[in-house]
């Protein structure tokens, strides 16, 4: 069993930045694919990027292409969004994930991870 812990999250206003991050419990993170999708109130949680096990490849949704970055550092057992030139269309509560061996091809598929965090809220002022 894995915990995932987020935070970071906050209010900004458009235009700014915040940081995500997403601390996972256990020895095995680093065989993890990692991933963080988002949650608007009455609308389908969505996937925003996701990272392969050793940071090598990465994934983005195209709203978020160009703006978020998402990274890892299996030594902390830590998985990063840093976020930038933020929209109000960003506010949502933000999701961390897990993706346990063995791995499906959908990166962007929220049954395909195997844990999940609580949740931590981003708002954004227009």
């Known amino acids: 069993q894995v915990q995932l812990v987020e935070s970071g999250g906050g209010l900004v206003q458009a235009g700014g930045s915040l940081r995500l991050s997403c601390a996972a419990s256990g020895r095995t993170f680093s065989t993890y694919r990692m991933g963080w999708f988002r949650q608007a109130p009455g609308l389908e949680r969505e996937s925003v990027a996701a990272?392969?096990?050793?940071?090598?490849?990465?994934y983005y949704a195209d709203s978020v292409k160009g703006r978020f970055t998402i990274s890892r550092d299996n030594a902390k057992n830590t998985v990063w969004l840093q976020m930038n030139s933020l929209k109000f269309e960003d506010t949502a509560v933000y999701y961390c994930?897990?993706?346990?061996?063995?791995?499906?091809?959908?990166?962007?598929?929220?049954?395909?991870?195997?844990?999940w965090g609580q949740g931590t809220q981003v708002t954004v002022s227009s």
């Open positions: 990272i392969s096990p050793s940071g090598g490849r990465t």
């Open positions: 994930a897990a993706d346990a061996p063995p791995y499906t091809t959908g990166w962007g598929i929220p049954a395909s991870y195997d844990y």
